[in-house]
């Protein structure tokens, strides 16, 4: 799912990234940053998890999520890659005991480690449909579309 928001990613331009997605009243850039900083969410609490300090409180999302909708195309980029990596550390970093750590989301949700690579590939096929480039449901693998949360890819397609 990774590697396919990013080929839809890189296939817009710098202005394209200004144009309408699919998800309510957000722009491309606004999904990038929104995909974006899910990652670094993740990885901020599996870091915390794994190395035992205080998990952090999720600041306003929505406020960082319009603030990195406006860095300029290749930060917003780059902040995308960065995310990714460092959520890939994480994950490679945690032990066998580490999956089953419990991590509090900004929802007030708990899941447990072992939980985050199955919500972060249905975030970027979702993402990767909210783009509007041309992603197709058909390339969603079944087992994210059976795991879609409420607001499901299905629903954001149909719309």
């Not at 817009?12 to 957000?26: C, V």
């Not at 599996?46 to 409180?57: H, K, V």
């Not at 917003?76 to 550390?89: D, K, M, Q, W």
Request: glycine letters at 4%; proline letters at 5%; aromatic letters at 6%.
């Amino acid at each position: 799912g990774t590697a396919y928001f990013a080929r839809k990613l890189n296939e817009l331009s710098d202005a394209e990234l200004l144009d309408p997605a699919l998800r309510d009243g957000r722009t491309r850039a606004q999904v990038v940053a929104h995909v974006s900083y899910h990652a670094r969410l993740f990885a901020h609490l599996l870091e915390a998890a794994r190395t035992g300090m205080s998990q952090p409180i999720a600041e306003n999302r929505d406020t960082e999520i319009a603030l990195g909708a406006t860095l300029p195309p290749r930060a917003l980029r780059s902040l995308f890659r960065h995310a990714e990596v460092h959520l890939n550390v994480e994950w490679r970093d945690l032990t066998d005991q580490d999956w089953n750590a419990r991590l509090h989301l900004p929802n007030g949700r708990k899941i447990t480690a072992r939980e985050t690579p199955m919500l972060r590939a249905k975030e970027v096929w979702q993402g990767a449909i909210d783009l509007a480039n041309g992603a197709r449901l058909a390339d969603v693998p079944k087992a994210a579309l059976d795991h879609a949360p409420q607001r499901s890819l299905i629903a954001t397609v149909k719309s």
